[in-house]
C-alpha cells in the first residue's frame, strides 16, 4: 500500500472477515511503501489486535515490484495471494483459487467484467505493452499485471524478482516459466476502485515498467545460459489485456 489511509477501515474488516470464514491457517502481511499518511499507523492498530497481521514498512517508496519482493520475504505459508490493498477481487473466489493449485504453480487472475481502458491513452499503452511482452519473451494472457495472483511459495524459492515497477508480474511469469512451474488462468470478480486513487497510471511508473522490461530481456540473452521451459496452460481464448 502507498498512501492508502483512505481505504483501510474498508479492507481490513473485510480481508479479517472473509479469511476466517474460509480458512483455519492463515496470514496477512500488509507493505507499506513508504507511505507519507497515516496508513501504516492505521494498519499497524490491525497488528495489534490480531497476532495474524503483520506490517513491513518500508523506509522509503521501493515501487510495486520492491514492495512486492518485500512482501515475498516476509510471506511464511506454502500458498502466497497478493492483490492491490484496495482490494480489486471479491475474495469469496479463495476456496475456488487454492483448489485451482491441484493442477499449477502460478494462479493468475483475469476478468472480462469490466473494462481497464479509461482512455485511448491508456489503451495505446497496454498494446504497446503486451505486444512487447509477447515479443520478447512469448508469454500470452489476457490480464498480465491484473492485480490478483497467486504463487506456491516452494516456487518463489527458487528464483530472485529483480523488477522495482509494475512489470515485476511479467518477470514473476518468465522466471516460472524457467523454472518448469506450471501457469494457469483463473477468472475471478473484478470490481473498480471505491476508495483512494491508483498510482500505476503515472507516466514515470510506465516509463519504468518498460526499463525493467528490456533490463530482464538483455540479462536473459546474455546473463542467463538455461532456456525457457514450455510447461504453461494457454488461456483457453485470446482476448486484449490491459497491465495498467
Known amino acids: ?3 492508502e489511509s483512505k481505504s483501510v477501515d474498508f479492507t481490513m474488516p ?9 480458512f483455519s491457517d492463515f496470514e496477512i502481511v500488509i507493505v507499506d511503501d513508504g507511505s507519507t499518511d497515516d496508513s501504516a499507523e492505521k494498519v499497524g492498530e490491525w497488528t495489534r489486535r490480531d497476532s495474524r497481521v503483520r506490517l513491513v514498512r518500508l523506509p522509503w517508496n521501493r515501487c510495486f515490484g520492491g514492495a512486492l519482493r518485500a512482501g515475498f520475504q516476509q510471506a511464511r505459508k506454502e500458498y502466497v495471494i497478493y492483490t492491490d490493498f484496495d482490494l480489486p477481487v471479491d475474495l469469496e473466489c479463495l476456496p475456488r483459487v487454492i483448489q485451482a493449485f491441484a493442477d499449477a504453480d502460478v494462479l493468475t487472475g483475469f476478468s472480462d467484467e ?9 489503451k495505446l499503452v497496454s498494446k504497446t505493452y503486451n505486444f512487447l511482452v509477447r515479443t520478447f519473451f512469448g ?4 490480464d498480465i499485471n491484473f492485480g490478483f495472483k497467486a504463487v506456491r511459495r516452494s516456487v518463489l524459492q527458487q528464483f530472485a524478482l529483480r523488477s522495482n515497477s ?3 508480474d511479467a518477470e514473476l511469469f518468465v522466471l516460472a516459466l524457467r523454472s518448469g512451474a506450471r501457469i494457469k488462468e483463473i477468472q475471478v470478480p473484478f470490481s473498480e476502485r471505491k476508495q483512494g486513487c491508483s498510482q500505476i497510471r503515472r507516466l514515470d511508473v510506465i516509463g519504468a515498467t518498460f526499463l525493467d522490461m528490456i533490463k530482464l530481456s538483455f540479462f536473459l540473452r546474455f546473463g542467463a545460459r538455461s532456456s525457457l521451459s514450455t510447461t504453461v496452460v494457454e488461456p483457453s481464448a485470446k482476448s486484449p489485456s490491459d497491465p495498467f
Not at 473485510?14 to 474460509?22: A, E, N, P
Not at 508469454?139 to 489476457?142: A, G, L, V
Open 139 to 142: 508469454i500470452r494472457y489476457r
Open 166 to 168: 509494475p512489470f515485476v
Open 14 to 22: 473485510g480481508l479479517i472477515q472473509k479469511l476466517s470464514r474460509f
Open 1 to 3: 500500500m502507498f498512501n
Open 114 to 122: 469490466i473494462s481497464k481502458h479509461e482512455n485511448l491513452r491508456t
